[in-house]
């Protein structure tokens, strides 16, 4: 049976010393590694990217604490088996005063009803859970379970970490391939490494295939090259769960703020990459030209509507031509948030209620009657004074929170700063 299983099962490490990675969890002195060491772990979740080391860590921990060990996967397992293993755990627990791990797989896929069947059992110390998932559990889990255990997350190993972990699968003899004439020249091993992206299954499983599908040469060697392993590793997919989609997001909405336009273009490619609907990137766009550019380039908000409807005219790939020109000239322009502040204010005040009626001279004259309600008696029409422009009020009287619009002193705003300043300041009628 063993020497059928994938190269990635047979080379899962079997004590701490042998795991690789995560050194901020289980590193040396770290509070995980001396749970485990002391046999005192408590209900945990275990939650990052595939091939991490969760489920290998969770094995680890079966082979070294004295309690009992039950695993779960949470797409085939129901309330009943659950309840199953509750009731061997609890006569366990009576009878020789032994504790049980309960690893549940997949554990973001448990329903609220699957959930509350373990709460007593953690609640009382009849199991101590270990949940493995790859999405952010405080937002794919239920609050309840979240709230009874501590959260572990596993980062993405290193590309020199994958590459260790193949040679040491290509040198030992019992699991790997040390007793075959395997040679894997150093730049394949690296490509191996760098595509699978700190996934250590996928790129085990990709020297799998580059050794079983080579031909011994005349030496009677196996030799991977970079031509083999490039055929052996697929294109990584990217594992697009809502926590990291809307991290991604952020991260893109927070470089067109800050005029990194290298880094929104980066953010954007992983979104396309993923397959993130586009036109979900170009709303943000169109948004960000006025929150943060606003009337300091007004020509940003031009170009990034453009961009959408340039999108929703020829589609991608054509399309992220204009989407990039978008997100540059948003990145690019000097910035200003006084529209987002102007609106802020206002949608304020108007919330506070209390409306006023509309002042007499501002009301509609355009029907008839309206000058025997004194509608639009002492309106000053502004192109009969010099500069098209005179004094008069126009907010209405609740308006407390003005003023609302304060233009900055960057780009475009700048003149519309200085012009504002002059309307303020000129005596009623002059300029």
């Not at 079966?62 to 695993?71: K, M, N, V």
Request: glycine share 8%; aromatic share 6%.
């Amino acid at each position: 049976m063993s020497s059928n299983q994938p190269l990635a099962d047979r080379m899962r490490p079997r004590t701490l010393e042998e795991f690789m990675g995560q050194s901020h969890i289980v590193g040396p002195g770290r509070l995980l590694r001396r749970a485990i060491q002391a046999d005192r772990l408590t209900s945990s979740i275990f939650w990052g990217p595939p091939g991490t080391g969760k489920t290998t860590l969770a094995s680890i921990i079966a082979r070294s604490t004295q309690a009992e060990f039950a695993q779960l996967n949470a797409v085939t397992s129901g309330v009943g088996d659950v309840r199953e293993v509750i009731a061997e755990a609890e006569q366990r627990l009576r009878l020789y005063g032994q504790s049980t791990y309960l690893l549940l797989d997949e554990c973001h896929r448990w329903s609220k009803s699957q959930s509350d069947s373990i709460l007593p059992a953690i609640e009382k110390g009849i199991v101590r859970f270990i949940g493995s998932t790859t999405e952010n559990p405080m937002v794919s889990m239920t609050p309840a379970i979240v709230s009874r255990c501590r959260l572990f997350r596993f980062e993405k190993l290193g590309e020199g970490e994958v590459t260790a972990l193949l040679r040491r699968a290509i040198a030992d003899p019992e699991r790997g391939y040390g007793q075959m004439n395997v040679r894997a020249d150093e730049d394949a091993l690296r490509h191996i490494a760098r595509v699978a992206d700190g996934d250590v299954r996928s790129a085990l499983n990709a020297l799998e295939l580059a050794v079983v599908s080579t031909p011994v040469d005349a030496n009677g060697q196996v030799h991977v090259t970079l031509e083999v392993a490039e055929e052996s590793i697929q294109r990584p997919a990217m594992q697009m769960d809502e926590s990291l989609y809307y991290d991604m997001l952020s991260a893109f909405c927070k470089s067109l703020r800050g005029s990194d336009s290298d880094a929104a273009l980066a953010w954007c490619a992983r979104l396309l990459y993923a397959g993130v609907d586009p036109r979900l990137i170009m709303r943000r766009v169109i948004v960000h030209a006025s929150e943060d550019v606003g009337l300091a380039n007004p020509l940003a908000l031009l170009q990034a509507v453009s961009a959408g409807q340039a999108l929703e005219m020829v589609g991608l790939p054509e399309a992220r031509m204009a989407m990039t020109q978008a997100i540059i000239a948003v990145c690019e322009s000097p910035k200003s948030n006084s529209v987002a502040v102007a609106l802020e204010k206002s949608a304020a005040d108007a919330e506070k209620g209390g409306f006023m009626s509309v002042p007499v001279h501002l009301r509609d004259t355009h029907y008839k009657g309206s000058a025997r309600l004194g509608s639009g008696e002492g309106y000053l029409y502004p192109h009969d004074f010099p500069g098209h422009y005179v004094k008069q009020v126009y907010a209405p009287k609740e308006a407390r929170g003005m003023p609302y619009y304060v233009p900055s002193d960057q780009g475009q705003e700048l003149k519309l700063a200085q012009r504002k300043w002059e309307r303020e300041h000129m005596e009623d009628g002059k300029r």
